[in-house]
Structure formats: structure tokens, C-alpha cells
């Protein structure tokens, strides 16, 4: 897996995330809402997040 410079991403705990830079490593994701009418960045979700199977406890 290398990462996808055309998909930002700051979220280290993400099996998906690059790990040394902040960048995916998917080809493609998807983005959710989990919002009935999202207004704001806050409202949408990366729906390709997986956690890392080791360390998180919680
Ligand atoms: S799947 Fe989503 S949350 Fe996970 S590294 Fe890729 S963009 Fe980030």
C-alpha cells in the first residue's frame, strides 16, 4: 500500500492511513453524512474508516 496524494488524511487511527504521511492509501473512498441535512464539515463522515486492529482498546 503507498499513499494516495489525491486523498488527504489526518486520521492516524484509520488501518487505512499512510502512518508517516497524512494521506490515505485507498485508490477511492467514500464520504457520508450521518446528518439529515448536513450544514457543516463536522456532519460528514469518511464511511471507508476502519480502525487498526492493534492497540486501540476503546
Ligand atoms: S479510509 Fe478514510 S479515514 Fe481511513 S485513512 Fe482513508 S480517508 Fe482516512
Known amino acids: ?3 494516495n496524494k ?3 488524511c489526518t486520521v492516524n487511527q ?3 492511513h499512510d502512518g508517516s504521511e497524512n494521506y490515505c492509501t ?3 473512498i467514500n464520504v457520508s453524512t450521518h446528518e ?3 450544514t457543516q464539515i463536522e456532519c460528514t463522515d469518511c464511511a471507508s474508516f476502519e480502525k ?3 492497540c486501540c482498546s476503546h
Open 1 to 3: 500500500m503507498s499513499a
Open 6 to 8: 489525491s486523498i488527504g
Open 14 to 16: 484509520c488501518k487505512h
Open 26 to 28: 485507498l485508490t477511492q
Open 36 to 38: 439529515s441535512n448536513p
Open 52 to 54: 487498526k486492529s492493534c
